[in-house]
């Protein structure tokens, strides 16, 4: 079955960085657009970045020139790397296969000093 898992979220300062990255399992990864999402308390779950088949990615003005998406197929996992973070990114992200119920469980972040 369709299985995705986030990891490398954490505790991390304001200003530093953390990549996370989403193994996937059950479909064919390299023919699937996908994204990544994230959801603080009391909030909706927000859009952050998506990725297409190729590459090419586009991300929401929130974290424009600061997170960067991309994808390895051959390793069938995706990754955000997140820079110059901020204690608004503190939330729960979740990687998602666009157009489909996929979801994995999240990982937290944390950004606070």
């Known amino acids: 079955q369709v299985q995705l898992v986030e990891s490398g979220g954490g505790l991390v300062q304001p200003g530093g960085s953390l990549r996370l990255s989403c193994a996937a399992s059950?479909?064919?990864?390299?023919?699937?657009?996908m994204g990544w999402y994230r959801q603080a308390p009391g909030k909706q779950r927000e859009f952050l970045a998506r990725?297409?088949?190729?590459?090419?990615?586009s991300y929401a003005d929130s974290v424009k020139g600061r997170f960067t998406a991309s994808r390895d197929n051959a390793k069938i996992t995706m990754y955000l790397q997140m820079n110059s973070l901020k204690p608004e990114d503190t939330a729960v992200y979740y990687c998602?296969?666009?157009?489909?119920?996929?979801w994995g469980q999240g990982t937290q972040v944390t950004v606070s000093s």
């Open positions: 990725i297409e088949t190729n590459g090419a990615t």
């Open positions: 998602h296969r666009i157009g489909t119920g996929s």
């Open positions: 059950g479909f064919s990864f390299g023919l699937s657009v």
